[in-house]
């Protein structure tokens, strides 16, 4: 490959970073675009204030949970760096991909544009990018054990063949768990996804990135329990079975914010058309709160960040243009 060409390529790279993120804010857009603004308003107003602020605490602790992924990448492939900027990355990439969908490759091409700005290389990035989908998998695993354990049996449905689908997939999460940990132990070879080196991580590691997966998908459903217990009275160990599922599902189903997973789960365990209406508020709520706001402040952060960016470049130039005009004196 010619160095004109890889010059192209890492500019369609770092570009598509900003399309994401566009795609990100559409996406938000097509969700709550089907409701009705005077809806919305109603939903979020007949939350309590002390709810909504809880809620919106959670949201941030989430978001500081989600970042320390970037940090625990960091770790891993053994690179240093401000604390301000693996925060602003991790905040930024993932308030894209959980709007857009496809966090590897929305996400991705986030934390490629701006860590090459850092000077990162490109396969310092594949590693601290594989490295945090192996981190929420094995959240994932752990969690998936911890919902099918405390989500009540009709939530699953009554068919035998959706019990034995939850089963399955609650033991296939357990023996992915123990052999991932396993791994962290007695594993110390490397091995090679698409020509990128990775070496299994320590097993404090490992137990760290289960602990700081299972932190960020607690927080988002606490921002969801705060809207919710609004209206209707539930048990949190009820509640967060169903939300983990609920997560999980969405997350691998692709669907932006895990869009009709929530409803069509929730209504399992809250039925009749009252508590539907209950409901639709919370879940309002928690989409602005969760996925609006994050995306927002993100938005300006990094349009403020490209700015300062390019500030930065000008200054120089208008320096030597100012030495130039008094030379000429």
Not at 28 to 36: A, P, T
Not at 154 to 160: E, I, L, P, V
Not at 203 to 210: D, I
Request: proline share 3%; glycine share 8%; net charge positive.
């Amino acid at each position: 490959m010619s160095g004109k060409t890889k010059r192209v390529l890492k500019k369609i790279l770092s570009w598509s970073g900003l399309f994401f993120f566009a795609l990100a804010a559409y996406m938000l857009y097509l969700q709550l675009s089907k409701y009705e603004w005077e809806d919305i308003k109603n939903a979020v107003l007949s939350i309590p204030p002390k709810n909504l602020w809880y809620a919106c605490l959670a949201s941030f602790f989430g978001y500081v949970a989600l970042s320390s992924y970037d940090f625990l990448a960091l770790k891993y492939i053994k690179k240093k760096l401000a604390a301000w900027k693996w925060i602003f990355v991790g905040f930024i990439g993932f308030s894209v991909s959980n709007n857009a969908g496809h966090a590897i490759v929305s996400g991705g091409a986030i934390r490629y544009r701006l860590y090459t700005r850092w000077r990162f290389r490109g396969t310092d990035i594949v590693k601290m990018i594989t490295f945090s989908g192996f981190t929420y998998l094995v959240a994932c695993f752990f969690l998936i054990i911890c919902g099918y354990l405390m989500t009540p049996d009709h939530a699953f449905g009554d068919g035998s063949v959706s019990k034995l689908t939850t089963s399955l997939t609650a033991l296939v999460s357990f023996v992915g768990l123990l052999l991932y940990l396993g791994a962290s132990i007695y594993y110390k070879k490397s091995f090679i996804i698409k020509g990128v080196e990775l070496e299994m991580p320590s097993f404090k590691m490992a137990l760290a990135q289960v602990i700081i997966g299972g932190l960020d998908i607690l927080m988002a459903s606490l921002v969801l329990y705060f809207a919710l217990t609004a209206f209707i009275e539930i048990p949190f160990v009820t509640f967060i079975g169903v939300f983990i599922i609920a997560q999980v599902l969405g997350v691998f189903s692709q669907v932006p914010g895990g869009l009709g997973v929530f409803e069509t789960l929730f209504l399992y365990i809250i039925p009749g058309e009252h508590n539907q209406a209950m409901l639709f508020g919370a879940l309002i709520a928690y989409r602005i709160i969760y996925y609006l706001l994050p995306l927002l402040v993100s938005a300006i952060a990094l349009i403020a960040y490209e700015l300062s960016l390019k500030m930065q470049r000008k200054v120089p130039v208008l320096r030597r243009r100012q030495a130039s005009k008094k030379d000429s004196i």
